[in-house]
């Protein structure tokens, strides 16, 4: 096979065209098929649609007598299209029905997992009321108990001949604070009226660990009370700034607070004292004594040993003379002692009751 290029003829390869030629051959024969086949089944549907939807009278007959019933294209058309919608509704159902199966399997847990949220939502509102109520008898006995705990303290600093209210403010006037001021706006919370409350008795619980309640000796017995008396020297009448414990020689002398060694050594009329600064304006000095165990700017704690009992200075005899200044002004040391004996029945009568509410569990 050849072919003219501009004047040229180049020869074909023999091979090449006859395979496209095949090719062409067996395409446009399938495509006439296709095309005749498309043809034949529109012919025959529409041969098929002619035949249904051709009117029609149907003959019913009962008994005697004959029923006529006319089908119209119409009819047949409405009868036709309903079974072929019910014939696809019954294929499409009886091939999604697993899934349909399984998405309403699904939504059902749902349905339950919400049902579970929604109890455990009620158990725990029930459970939110319940801690409500318990927070709110608990915050009520605790108020109970702070309030009267400030109060069993401010009667005992009062009984001692203190004002509470003053050495409260002492204890939080040196206390480093700052920032800008804030009025204000409404009422006290219940939270802010805990936190004032619980402030307070902190600083009440601070100040009476610092206030000489207990007597310098263990057993005594008082040989001068605080206040006018006949000099044991002179015999003139004069002020006692002190109280006069007796008891043996070289008995030991406890602090009755804790605080900072002041002075000790010998001083004129006192003998052998020690003198102690236990803050918020108060101190105690011990006279009269045979030594003393602490040296001037030394820290003692409630109860320690400071001394012993004597009769160094100006006396008849030995016992231990003892003062309690506040502001530097001379107290009567029997007030505080009275108090702090009411203190200590008070909290024993309460461990007490605590040994015996365990005993009854």
């Known amino acids: 096979m050849t072919h003219d290029f501009g004047g040229k003829i180049v020869p074909l390869p023999t091979t090449l065209c006859s395979k496209n030629t095949d090719d062409s051959a067996i395409i446009y024969t399938v495509l006439g098929s296709i095309i005749k086949l498309i043809f034949y089944l529109k012919k025959k549907l529409k041969s098929f649609l002619l035949w249904i939807l051709t009117p029609r009278e149907l003959i019913l007959r009962q008994r005697d007598r004959m029923y006529g019933i006319r089908l119209s294209t119409k009819i047949q058309g409405f009868i ?27 939504k059902n847990k749902k349905i339950s997992v919400l049902n579970d949220n929604l109890d455990v939502a009620k158990k725990d509102q029930e459970t939110l009321g319940k801690l409500q109520k318990e927070y709110a008898t608990t915050t009520s006995l605790f108020l109970d108990s702070t309030e009267n705990n400030s109060q069993t303290l401010e009667k005992t600093i009062i009984e001692a001949g203190l004002d509470p ?64 008396r006949k000099d044991p020297i002179n015999g003139k009448y004069a002020t006692h700034y002190g109280i006069d414990l007796v008891a043996q020689t070289s008995t030991i002398i406890s602090a009755t607070a804790a605080g900072i060694v002041t002075a000790s050594g010998k001083r004129a ?30 820290i003692v704690d409630f109860r320690e040993e400071i001394g012993r009992l004597g009769s160094s200075g100006r006396v008849t005899g030995p016992h231990l003379h003892y003062e309690v200044l506040y502001d530097y002004k001379p107290q009567n040391p029997a007030k505080f002692i009275n108090a702090g004996k009411n203190v200590f029945k008070v909290n024993k009568i309460k461990e007490d009751n605590k040994i015996g509410n365990l005993e009854k569990r």
């Not at 008795?201 to 206030?211: F, H, M, R």
């Open 80 to 106: 036709l299209s309903s079974l072929i919608i019910m014939g696809g509704w019954i294929v499409y159902s009886s091939v999604f029905y697993v899934k349909f199966d399984e998405l309403i399997t699904l």
């Open 165 to 228: 209210n003053e050495l409260v403010k002492r204890s939080t006037g040196d206390t480093p604070r700052g920032g800008a001021f804030v009025p204000e706006t409404g009422e006290v919370t219940k939270e802010q009226f805990i936190k004032n409350n619980l402030q307070k008795l902190e600083a009440l619980q601070n100040i009476i660990s610092t206030v000489p309640l207990i007597a310098p000796l263990d057993y005594y017995w008082v040989s001068s009370n605080y206040g006018r």
């Open 269 to 298: 009329n006192y003998g052998t004292m020690i003198e102690i600064d236990h803050g918020y304006g108060l101190k105690t000095r011990y006279g009269h004594l045979h030594k003393v165990n602490k040296k001037k700017g030394e």
